[in-house]
Structures are given as C-alpha cells and as structure tokens.
C-alpha cells in the first residue's frame, strides 16, 4: 500500500526546482514552536556566516527571529485556532549582493491598512530618524507605553533598502499579510 498524502513525488521535485531557481536557503510552512523557531535561526545564522560577513549573517538572523516571532504572537494574540495559526510561509534567500528574508501569514483583514502605512511610513525614513524612532518606542516601553512596532522599526533599521509588504483579502475576515525585508 503506497503513502498518498502529501506531495507526490513530482510536486517534490517541482518544489526542490522553485527553491533552487529563486536561491531559497530555507522555507518553512506549517505552525512554528519557540524551539523550532530558534534551531532553525541559528542553523540560518551559522550557514550565512559561513558565506559573508558576520553583520550581515546577524541581520538575516534578527529578521528572521523577529517576523516568525511576530507571526507567533499575533496568532496567539487573536487566540487564532490550529488550521489558522498554521499558515505561516518564512523564506529566507539570497540574490547576488543581498539576502532577503519574506514571511506571510493571516491577519485579520481590519489589521491590513494599518500595517501597510506603518510600513510605508518606515519606507519614508532614514538611517538616522529610523534610529531615533527606535529609541522614542523604547522609552515609550520604558515608562508603560504600548511596544507594538519596535520590531518592525529594528527590522526597517537593518533592511538594506524599504521593506515591501501586500495584504490580500480572504475568506472568513482574514487577510495575507506578505513582508520582505532585504538585507
């Protein structure tokens, strides 16, 4: 009796070609743990480190942590149940001079403009203001102030140019909400 879930042997070979043609170095989909979050990271880490230099492979790092961290917490957040929870993609691939590390996961569509001026606000700033928009929220923290966006404000500083992000609309009141940060 042959194994008939999951991907046929053709779908794998397929996959293995989309990753090898868009120089995928690690794509994760499906619910992620703390641990497995962390093993995967530091595996991330260890192999860019091995092909550039180390602020670089400590960037790709901190990025990938903070979107698949924050995917995490937002599920949790919305008390998200398993099948939701799990949709999860984190990509992290390499193009001739920079790395980029891409997630999507569902969100509640009501969130999705909200999350794009963010971003495109980040977009808009330099080095320096990015900086100092890091250190006002963490003051703001500091004295009880709300700590949503320090990631994202941390992820805009290391990103080697604007951050793109799409919200498509789906069923249920839920949206994909899609983020690359390159570094």
């Given amino acids: ?3 008939s879930r999951g991907p046929n042997l053709q779908q794998l070979s397929d996959l293995q070609a989309f990753c090898s043609d868009h120089n995928i170095l690690i794509c994760l989909n499906g619910p ?3 641990s497995l979050i962390e093993e995967v990271g530091k595996a991330l880490r260890q192999h860019i480190a091995s092909q550039t230099e180390t602020t670089t492979a400590m960037d790709v790092f901190s990025i990938y942590i903070e979107m698949s961290q924050n995917i995490r917490n ?4 919305r008390n998200y149940d398993a099948q939701v929870a799990s949709a999860p993609v984190v990509i992290a691939s390499y193009s ?3 790395y980029s590390v891409s997630a999507a996961n ?5 969130d999705g403009p909200a999350l794009l001026a963010r971003i495109s606000e980040l977009g808009q700033l330099s080095k320096s203001e990015l900086r100092q928009r890091y250190k006002q929220q963490l003051r703001s923290q500091d004295h009880g102030g709300e700590g ?4 994202l404000i941390d992820m805009a500083r290391r990103a080697s140019e604007p951050m793109v992000a799409t919200v498509e609309q789906r ?3 839920h949206a994909l ?5 390159a570094v």
């Fill in 1 to 3: 009796m042959g194994f």
């Fill in 32 to 34: 992620n743990s703390q």
């Fill in 74 to 77: 937002y599920a949790k957040l």
């Fill in 96 to 98: 001739p001079g920079h």
């Fill in 106 to 110: 569902l969100i509640d569509a009501v």
């Fill in 148 to 151: 949503a966006g320090l990631g």
């Fill in 171 to 173: 069923a249920g009141g």
């Fill in 177 to 181: 909400f899609a983020l690359r940060v």
